[in-house]
């Protein structure tokens, strides 16, 4: 397949481009061309936003957007959430206008988040899935707002018949990157912790489930409309920080009260720290996809 991927520099777009560049051709979009070719490696074609117009949209066959201001960037305020919508919702359109104005007919894979379906509490003990229930007027939360308003500029690509796929993930897992990165330096020097009670949800998703669940789409193209990519088994807090520790032969001793977390990081520490949210990736089981590393011990065991 020929793939135009938008965003192409992240974690994900790296980590599709790495494990599928030998299956697909691959051309990448962002803000700076020289810095995508530095990124990737020749053979990848790379294309600046601005030269977005002059870009042949009828010789893709799919268009994968990940674009977004990463959302742990930092404390959440009025122009920070202002961003980290717009560029989402921004370059969306965009790509959805590009390709209807050249009458194509790539299918679209737009990245979302397990955050549409809003923040659960503690006792909540029911799973959330693809057929869970949204309300698209009113969002539970910041996080359940970020990912309505993400899919909403897809809307004019279904209604003109394109086969458009949202693919909601989890937290992804890769070694000494994004996540996993960021909690390396304390919990190397023995002093992770858990959060609260440690009893939140985590919805997680090893990096290689991610290339292959997307291998997986692509393969099959019926599947379209919302497609949870996170492990069939998410885990608490707690259980992620032991296993993490352990994984680095290192001690699990200290506690981190939720209100430390809430002081230090406003409303984005509550959202993403001290609650969760349980994930069920229910369409890929049902079409029969296998993650490689469903459990949360075997997948940081093999991020180490």
Same mark, same amino acid.
């Given at each position: ?38 990124? $990737?490696?020749? #053979?990848?074609? %790379? @294309? ?6 002059? *870009?042949?949209?009828?010789?893709? &066959?799919? =268009? ?122 304390? $919990?190397?020097? #023995?002093?992770? %912790? @858990? ?6 949800? *985590?919805?997680?998703?090893?990096? &290689?489930? =991610? ?94």
């Amino acid at each position: 397949m020929n793939i135009l991927i938008a965003g192409a520099s992240g974690l994900i777009g790296q980590e599709l481009i790495r494990g599928m560049d030998k299956e697909h051709h691959f051309t990448v979009l962002g803000r700076h061309k020289d810095s995508l070719r530095q990124v $990737f490696q020749k #053979g990848i074609i %790379s @294309v600046s936003w601005d030269e977005l117009d002059n *870009l042949d949209a009828t010789q893709f &066959d799919a =268009v994968i957007n990940l674009c977004g201001l990463n959302i742990a960037a930092s404390r959440w305020n009025t122009e920070v959430k202002n961003e980290i919508i717009s560029s989402r919702v921004q370059t969306t359109e965009i790509l959805v206008q590009w390709i209807l104005k050249q009458h194509a007919k790539p299918h679209i894979y737009c990245a979302n988040a397990v955050g549409i379906y809003g923040l659960q509490n503690e006792n909540d003990t029911e799973h959330l899935d693809e057929d869970t229930e949204i309300d698209l007027s009113h969002p539970k939360d910041f996080l359940s707002e970020i990912g309505i308003r993400w899919q909403q500029p897809l809307k004019q690509a279904e209604d003109a018949g394109l086969a458009v796929t949202t693919t909601r993930f989890g937290v992804v897992l890769k070694k000494g990157k994004g996540f996993l990165g960021k909690l390396y330096p304390s $919990f190397i020097c #023995g002093l992770g %912790s @858990v959060i609260g009670n440690g009893q939140q949800v *985590l919805s997680w998703v090893d990096s &290689d489930d =991610v290339v292959n669940a997307y291998r997986f789409l692509l393969n099959h193209p019926e599947m379209t409309g919302p497609v949870n990519i996170t492990s069939p088994h998410p885990c608490t807090q707690k259980e992620f920080a032991k296993a993490f520790a352990q994984s680095l032969h290192r001690p699990l001793l200290l506690t981190t009260p939720a209100f430390v977390i809430r002081l230090l990081f406003g409303e984005m520490g509550d959202c993403l720290i001290n609650r969760g949210q349980k994930v069920i990736p229910k369409r890929l089981l049902e079409a029969g996809f296998e993650f490689k590393w469903p459990d949360i011990k075997e997948a940081l065991e093999h991020s180490k």
